[in-house]
């Protein structure tokens, strides 16, 4: 069993940035593939963001492609969201999610889930 908790998130304005950190615990002697998804009021969750073991190769929304920018860092079992350039649109609950292996970029895709932490951009 993995256990993640996500920090980080806030009131920011529109063009600001915000970081996003999710810390794994519990049988973290193995990686995980670690990813975001998003969820927005009355919308599906979605993903934003996945990064692989021991390649660090990156997916990303198209959405977020270009502002955002996930890493890891396996020495401490975390993995950040780096946000740049937010939107209104950007406005969510952020998840943290790990999986053994990549499979995807659906929910259904990843076992392991953090509580969230809300994002909310706004003037």
């Known amino acids: 069993q993995v256990q993640l908790v996500e920090s980080g998130g806030g009131l920011v304005q529109p063009g600001a940035s915000l970081r996003l950190s999710c810390a794994a615990s519990g049988r973290t002697s193995r990686q995980y593939v670690m990813a975001w998804f998003r969820q927005a009021p009355s919308k599906e969750r979605e993903f934003v963001a996945a990064i692989r073991t021991t390649t660090n190769y990156a997916y990303y929304a198209d959405s977020v492609k270009g502002r955002f920018t996930i890493s890891r860092d396996n020495v401490k079992n975390t993995v950040s969201l780096q946000m740049n350039s937010l939107k209104p649109d950007d406005t969510a609950i952020y998840y943290c999610?790990?999986?053994?292996?990549?499979?995807?970029?659906?929910?259904?895709?990843?076992?392991?889930w953090g509580p969230g932490t809300q994002v909310t951009v706004s003037s």
């Open positions: 999610a790990a999986n053994a292996v990549y499979q995807g970029q659906r929910r259904l895709d990843y076992n392991y």
